[in-house]
């Protein structure tokens, strides 16, 4: 599985970006795919995932300000992200596995990362 992440940048606080993430390789439709970030001397935290039945769950930090969603046809992960917020601003990561989990160490294919941040 390969993930590629694209779509970060710097953007004035209340503003949106949508990051992507390009996902080829084995059975990816049949996967759980999540968003998770990392700043700066922080751990990384679980965005948001969205399983192979179509189910989400969020972080409450962004709950209501992300959208995570998939282009089934393009094989293509999204992170809608509005209202964003200065202690959005880390390094997003897309990532696969078989089954879903807020825990980072359960999943085995990640993308490169993107950089947001938020000012």
């Known amino acids: 599985v390969q993930l590629v992440e694209s779509g970060g940048g710097s953007v004035q606080a209340g503003g949106s970006l949508r990051l992507s993430c390009a996902a080829s390789?084995?059975?990816?439709?049949?996967?759980?795919m999540g968003w998770f970030r990392q700043a700066p001397g922080s751990e990384r935290e679980m965005i948001a995932t969205?399983?192979?039945?179509?189910?989400?769950t969020y972080a409450d930090s962004v709950k209501g300000r992300f959208t995570i969603f998939k282009d089934n046809a393009k094989d293509i992960l999204y992170l809608q992200m509005s209202r964003l917020k200065p202690e959005d601003t880390a390094t997003y990561y897309c990532?696969?596995?078989?089954?879903?989990?807020?825990?980072?160490?359960?999943?085995?294919?990640w993308g490169q990362g993107t950089q947001v941040t938020v000012s």
């Open positions: 969205l399983d192979s039945d179509g189910s989400t």
């Open positions: 990532a696969a596995e078989r089954l879903c989990s807020e825990l980072g160490d359960e999943y085995n294919y």
């Open positions: 390789g084995s059975n990816i439709d049949n996967r759980c």
